[in-house]
């Protein structure tokens, strides 16, 4: 049973092995926003650090190390949603779901297909920023394992929450898998702090477990301690909006199957 | 055991009632054809066969299992195929088949492609991306994948559409020998009635979500005396009441 369930699994992730290992442009596309974001950033950074002597070193960390983790949660995000278009681009999803193939197991292959992707286009961020800008990502300790896992898991949820909206709403909401979690970089105090918002947005800003992680990084990089209140409200948010994505999904995946969006969409 | 039970089944959407309160059985190793015209609701009885979607009413069972509880068990079993829903186009056919080989756990999945390769005759085809083949070629490895897990419930969407009659006629003897070798029951939506006369041992004809007519290709020629299907199909297709009442 186990074993059966791990080899569906692997099918997918298989299918989409198989979809990248013969197409650069789709690699390419992988590496490509993350280096592009981390020039640009690193660039600005280093201009301003060159300037002001005193806060510059540190606000390049605090910039730099904010590009390269919030790269998680988008690359995260966007490598399982469109991990889905893939199925509906290419009119497949009609097979697919009349194997055995569990919608778990969907998901599961969704999220381990998303980690080979987030790798193939964060490690190159990574070595760039190392190269060009001298600043070591692995600097942040094993708090960054803390971080990584954390945004990680938020863009699985936030991806389980647009599938459940293409489910609803067809390919009309496709564009959501690239502005929705961009939408939500004001608020998740990636490069400032939750205290520079108005007062009236702190509150959405906290209710995001990446605005903790980033408060938690600022934290290491300032003071060079673990900000575990951070870390904690974090991982509590995370399990509370993966369920809420799990519920979601579940719930609008049973209504396209009685609605008949299954046979449709992409159509 | 009948491999296929439905009763009652319906699905309405909105104020459509795509099927209307249909009953069949589909006895093991049978194959069984699905007629009628557009709109008359085959691909919505085979989509609630396959799970897809969700009866309005009624239930289904299939290969003993409850399709409402416990479709995931009677999915494994059986396969499906239309020319309508497609492969990845950017895999080869290679790796789509391998894909369906794992999502159905099928055992020696290599030696299983290689069987489907020569009898389909799409050897030379295994590393060419399924996107760039003929609708003939599409077709061909389509029914492969829907063989790939030796199924013992086979449900084919009109599966020689735009085909030439060579190829159709490939298609329709592979699936005889399947059927013959295996045992298994194949139910086969279709329009085209020389095909339903060559494999179907019954046939059900369906009109607005209603079956209007059922029995063998010789019962149903004798009640409406005609030679063949296709008239049998018309005389049914433009009546306006008298064959709905058959039921």
Redesign the interface.
């Known amino acids: 049973m186990i074993r ?1 369930s791990l ?2 699994i ?3 992730i ?2 989409h092995v ?2 990248y290992r ?2 650069w442009p789709r690699v390419l596309e992988l590496a490509y926003w993350p280096t592009l974001q981390l020039c640009i950033w690193g660039f600005t950074a280093s201009f301003f650090g060159a300037r002001i002597a005193s806060t510059g070193a540190v606000a390049f960390g605090l910039l730099v190390g904010g590009v390269l983790l919030w790269e998680v949660a988008l690359r995260s995000q966007m490598g399982m949603t469109l991990g889905f278009l ?1 199925e509906i681009w ?3 999803l ?9 919608p778990w197991e969907l998901v599961a292959a969704l999220v381990a297909s998303s980690i080979v992707k987030l790798l193939i286009g964060f490690v190159p961020a990574v070595l760039l920023a190392w190269l060009l800008y001298a600043f070591n990502i692995f600097s942040l300790g094993w708090p960054l394992a803390l971080f990584g896992a954390n945004l990680l898991v938020m863009g699985w949820w936030v991806s389980l929450g647009i599938i459940a909206l293409i489910l609803r709403h067809g390919s009309g909401a496709e564009s959501l898998a690239w502005s929705l979690l961009f939408g939500l970089t004001p608020f998740s105090a990636v490069f400032y702090p939750v205290s520079v918002l108005p007062a009236a947005v702190r509150p959405i800003a906290l209710a995001l477990p990446s605005s903790h992680v980033f408060e938690g990084m600022r934290q290491v990089l300032l003071h060079g301690t673990v900000a575990w209140g951070h870390m904690a409200w974090a991982a509590g948010l995370n399990a509370a909006w993966l369920l809420a994505g799990i519920l979601l999904f579940t719930w609008q995946f ?1 209504r396209a ?4 969006a ?2 449709a969409i992409g159509e | 055991m009948d491999t296929i039970r439905v009763s009652a089944l319906s699905k309405r ?1 909105g104020e459509t009632l795509a099927v209307d309160g249909i009953d069949f059985a589909v006895p093991r190793g049978a194959t069984v054809g699905l007629l009628g015209g557009n709109g008359a609701g085959k ?2 009885t085979i ?1 609630m066969l ?5 009866p309005s009413a009624g239930s289904i069972r299939v290969l003993g299992h409850d399709m409402a509880r416990d479709r ?1 068990a009677a ?2 079993r059986m ?2 195929s ?1 020319p309508y ?8 056919v290679l ?1 789509n088949l ?8 099928v055992r020696d999945a290599a030696r299983r492609i290689a069987e489907l390769a020569e009898e389909l005759e799409f050897g030379g085809l295994l590393h060419r991306k399924a996107g760039q083949l003929s609708a003939g070629q599409r077709t061909r490895v389509a029914l492969a ?1 829907a063989l790939i897990n030796r199924p013992e419930l086979l449900l084919l969407d009109e599966p020689t559409a735009s085909l030439d009659p060579d190829t159709g006629d490939l298609l329709r003897g592979v699936l005889e020998r399947f059927r013959a070798a295996s045992g298994a029951t194949i139910l086969l939506a279709s329009h085209n009635m020389a095909e339903v006369e060559r494999l179907c041992s019954f046939v059900l004809m369906m009109k607005r979500g209603r079956i209007v007519d059922r029995g063998t290709p010789d019962e149903l020629l004798h009640r409406y005396g005609r030679d063949d299907l296709e008239d049998v199909f018309l005389d049914i297709a433009r009546s306006r009441g008298a064959a709905e009442a058959v039921r």
């Open positions: 059966a080899r569906r692997w099918g997918l298989y299918r198989a979809l013969t197409s893939e290419s009119r497949n009609g097979h697919v779901f009349v194997s055995p193939l569990r049973h199957r009685v609605r008949g299954l046979i | 959407y691909t919505t989509a396959l799970g897809l979607l969700v995931f999915l494994a396969n499906f239309s829903v497609a492969l990845p186009q950017r895999l080869t790796e391998r894909v369906y080989g794992h999502l159905y756990d994948k």
